[in-house]
């Protein structure tokens, strides 16, 4: 059985923190395979910002091309808007019963876990690897040394999609920051300027 770890994100855009985070975590874990889950709507993030959903997908996808471990995913593209986790794992066992299923969280989201809609049922029924992050607040009591949580030994990567975004905007160099394929995509189409 295949165990996949999702990664959710915006990726507006996706940087070279994100593909640290997934390539560590794959290659670092007992994850067979990641999925970059490319979200049309985060519930808990204003919507104006985001580039059009098949902009950020072909980032992704461009970005992916030389890690056969990592793959995009366009599966909330078509499911009710806001996307919620726990409906879209659900519909994720239904397509693939023979896969093993896993979330891959910062530590910043793991925090805020509790208010994610029936977190319960997720941590029922699905393992969540979770990365560092430097942030404020701590981890809810019940989450710490929880059977299905386990904490891996990531970078710390303090890079962020919206600094990106008012970099471009500012006329900054950002090119260490995202692969080569994805500035370029994003300079052709004029983006965040």
Known sequence: MAKIGLYFGS???IHIGHIIIANHMVE???????WMVVTPHNPHKKKASLLANHHRLTMVEIALEDYEKIN?????FNLPQPSYTVN?????????PKTDFC??????NLKSLHRWKNYEVILANYH????????EGAVEHEF???PKIHKVDA?????????????IADKKNILPLVTPNVWKYIDEMNFYR
């Not at 979330?103 to 910043?108: A, F, R, V």
């Open 155 to 167: 970078p710390i990567v303090q890079i962020s999609s919206t600094s990106i975004r008012k970099s």
């Open 144 to 146: 710490k040394n929880h």
């Open 88 to 96: 879209t794992l659900a519909h994720l066992n239904e397509k693939h």
């Open 28 to 34: 670092h874990s007992d994850l067979d395979e990641i």
């Open 11 to 13: 990726f507006n855009p």
């Open 128 to 135: 969540v690897y979770v990365y560092p992050r430097m942030g």
């Open 72 to 76: 995009s995913s366009s599966i909330e």
């Open 103 to 108: 979330l891959i969280m910062g530590e910043d």
